[in-house]
């Protein structure tokens, strides 16, 4: 059965930056050979929420993926030996919830654009209009 899933890798950030892509297209040849790659998203380095390694600073990568059950056994496997591999983590993805993510989104982003449009307006959201309540004086 084919699943949807997310895997994050956090890549030693101490290596130079064509390691760092060396390493990162390695993983992204592994999912376009083994899996129905989608996309990644880089998140590029980051300060570690703790140590590892010895290491403060990681690359964060996150590949989404449709694929088999054992493509995630398979890439713990391939990612196990490497060095350069700080961390990983696979999770199935939930689509509904990704749906109501994006709905989210786009409503927010609605939200915004009126609120920019109110601001060009001159309407800066004030409460002037309190003086036309006769339980104040």
């Known amino acids: 059965m084919i699943r949807p899933y ?10 130079a930056d064509d390691a760092i892509q060396r390493e990162q297209q390695q993983l992204e040849d592994f999912f376009k050979a083994n899996a129905e790659y989608e996309s990644a998203d880089v998140w590029g380095k980051r300060p570690l929420a703790y140590t590892i390694n010895k290491k403060k600073i990681g690359h964060y990568v996150i590949f989404n993926y449709r694929a088999e059950g054992g493509v995630p056994a398979a890439f713990e ?14 999770v199935v993805r939930d689509l509904k919830n990704e749906a109501a993510r994006a709905a989210f989104a786009v409503r927010k982003e609605k939200v915004e654009l009126e609120r920019a449009e ?10 002037d209009d309190r003086d036309d309540r006769d339980d104040r004086e």
């Open 6 to 15: 997310e895997t994050a890798v956090v890549i030693d950030g101490t290596l």
């Open 118 to 127: 109110g601001a060009e307006d001159g309407d800066d959201m004030d409460r």
């Open 77 to 90: 496997k391939h990612v196990k030996l490497n060095e350069a591999i700080l961390r990983h983590l696979t």
